[in-house]
């Protein structure tokens, strides 16, 4: 038996592509403190794809998961997606946390002291 592959799926490239160009707000500015290994010295990747899903931001050596949710995740059948969703990716062995899009904006030093707060070895 093949072992599956779970991380960039090929189809799913364009995608992954087209979201990176067009990040929201919230996406743009948390990434700003993100990339190039800024935080803790971890490397991160945004819109990473495991499975048939898209995660916002991915560290590979935390196997941490970051999502940002906005408005759209404000109502019940969004929420039951996402705990769907996020029940999937720690079944997989990853960690997932999530924050408000708002948060990322009033309180981003608190949103990056809770990120480096999942690191294994801080």
Not at 38 to 55: A, C, E, K, T, W
Request: net charge positive.
């Amino acid at each position: 038996m093949s072992k599956q592959k779970v991380h960039t799926k090929k189809e799913l490239q364009n995608y992954r592509s087209a979201l990176r160009k067009k990040l929201t707000p919230a996406e743009a500015y948390l990434w700003k403190h993100l990339k190039s290994k800024q935080l803790g010295n971890r490397r991160f990747q945004r819109q990473h794809s495991m499975d048939y899903y898209i995660v916002d931001f991915y560290c590979a050596s935390e196997k941490l998961i970051i999502e940002l949710d906005g408005e759209v995740h404000n109502n019940p059948k969004a929420q039951e997606y996402d705990k769907k969703r996020t029940l999937h990716l720690e079944s997989l062995g990853y960690k997932v946390i999530r924050f408000e899009n708002k948060m990322v904006f009033d309180a981003l030093p608190s949103v990056l002291k809770e990120i480096q707060n999942n690191f294994s070895s801080k």
